[in-house]
């Protein structure tokens, strides 16, 4: 391919709306300094969940012996155990790069059904009204006034304690505050000149919607996502720590758990400790990361993501 041709259709991709606000949030994200170090934390997450298993000196279910033969219970942190071991003889080094694994699905697959259902239903009600705006928003009542503990603990008594399932209930039910948000601002969009010229004009549906108004509410979705991230990590560890969800995946939440159970968490501080920090810092950078890239956003709309046709 010549020269020519790649800088045509290098030209060709900077002139697309989308790409054009994708690379102006990656712009904004990295012009403040806060909001890159809570990118570049969460980057760092995800790739330990991806190549964290690799790195792992041990198994996670491989029980280490010390030279007697005995297993090396609960023994402190050292430089051939930097974290210590369980009560079961276990590395808590090797746990923590394997647990990131389960921890990052748990994240991008809760947010993912959070923010996806939320904004099919927002958008679609806001943008539609009429019948179709009473119906799913009564739905989304009817989801409001279902508990998210309770429910879990029913359905996953019903299908099945798993690792999976306890996400997707997470997920199926935490969509409903961003679902209103977002049809109140599709609600306000949908009433902009630049929205009413392209109905005018005789635009279809599906690219109004892709080229006006999804746009226009992709920094409260970034948010919602953000969010989801965060509030999927932090309560699918509180469904392991009660027991709904699958014990034999070696996440940062088994961790604890287990650590609890054993009645050891005083004295095999290392057990529980670190991977207690991690979901807390891992859940801290997704809220404050979404926060910050919203308001960042928000004084950028107009160069990044309004798109007035």
């Known amino acids: 391919m010549s020269t020519q041709a790649v800088s045509s259709i290098a030209g060709k991709a900077r002139d697309n709306y989308v790409v054009r606000n994708v690379a102006g949030a990656l712009e904004l994200m990295l012009e403040d300094r806060s909001t890159a170090m809570y990118l570049l934390f969460l980057l760092f997450i995800l790739t330990l969940g991806v190549i964290g298993p690799s790195l792992a000196p041990y198994e996670y279910d491989e029980p280490i012996y010390a030279e007697d033969g005995d ?27 394997y647990g990131a694994r389960p921890t990052v699905i748990t994240g991008l697959l809760g947010g993912s059904l ?17 019948w179709v705006d009473t119906l799913l928003m009564r739905f989304t009542d009817i989801v409001y006034g279902v508990p998210l503990i309770p429910f879990a603990i029913v359905l996953i008594a019903l299908f099945g304690v798993g690792f999976i399932p ?26 902009r000149p630049f929205v009413l010229a392209a109905k005018a004009t005789g635009a279809s549906t599906p690219r ?36 709904v969800s699958s014990p034999f995946v070696p996440s940062w939440g088994i961790m604890v758990r287990n650590a609890y159970n054993s009645g050891l968490m005083a004295d095999a501080w290392w057990w529980s400790l670190t991977p207690g920090i991690l979901i807390a810092l891992t859940v801290l950078s997704t809220f404050m990361f979404g926060r910050s890239y919203e308001n960042i956003a928000g004084q950028g709309a107009d160069d990044a993501f309004v798109q007035a046709g």
Do not use: C
């Not at 942190?77 to 210590?84: A, I, N, Q, R, V």
């Not at 006006?212 to 720590?241: D, R």
């Open 114 to 130: 959070i923010i996806g259902i939320g904004m099919t239903i927002g958008v679609t009600a806001g943008y539609f009204g009429g």
């Open 166 to 191: 306890s996400i997707v209930v997470i997920g199926l039910l935490l969509w409903r505050g961003n679902a209103r948000v977002l049809r109140s601002q599709v609600l306000q969009i949908k009433e």
């Open 71 to 97: 297993l090396l219970r609960t023994a402190p942190p050292s430089l051939d155990h930097p974290l210590g071991t369980t009560d079961t003889g276990l590395d808590v080094f090797s746990r923590i790069l």
């Open 208 to 243: 109004i919607l892709a080229k006006h108004i999804l746009p226009n509410v992709a920094t409260m979705a970034v948010l919602f996502f953000s969010l989801g991230v965060g509030y999927t990590i932090i309560l699918q560890a509180s469904l392991s720590f009660i027991g």
